[in-house]
């Protein structure tokens, strides 16, 4: 787990979902290409925000705070999960007051990135 989270207060603790596009992604990802317990990236046009994935909690951090998280998904609950289009009940911990209004636009630079991860390894 990011160590890191527990060195941040918390502002605020929500549910959420991840949109089915991003999960299906992430978990083709575990399946193909993980071979680390985590990864970590860069989100291209959220500049300098990183994500850092772990199979159970993703991350978003800024790297020029010291890794400072930002926001935080976790408790995904896709246990017997049988619909591939309905997104996945989560939740959100968020540690900058301004996250909420790029939880989604991080959530989709996590799934284009992801998929661009895939490609990359097929070829």
């Not at 309905?86 to 284009?112: M, W």
Request: net charge neutral; aromatic share 10%; with cysteine.
């Amino acid at each position: 787990m990011y160590a890191r989270l527990a060195d941040f207060p918390v502002l605020d603790t929500y549910a959420s979902r991840i949109p089915a596009v991003v999960w299906n992604v992430w978990r083709r990802t575990l399946r193909h290409t993980m071979r680390v317990a985590q990864r970590r990236f860069d989100l291209p046009g959220l500049e300098p925000l990183q994500a850092i994935l772990e199979e159970r909690l993703w991350v978003c951090i800024d790297p020029t705070l010291g890794d400072a998280p930002i926001i935080a998904w976790q408790r995904f609950e896709d246990a017997g999960r049988s619909d591939l289009s309905a997104p996945v009940p989560c939740t959100v911990l968020q540690y900058h007051f301004g996250a909420s209004r790029f939880r989604e636009a991080i959530l989709l630079t996590i799934g284009a990135e992801l998929e661009r991860h895939l490609k990359a390894e097929r070829t």
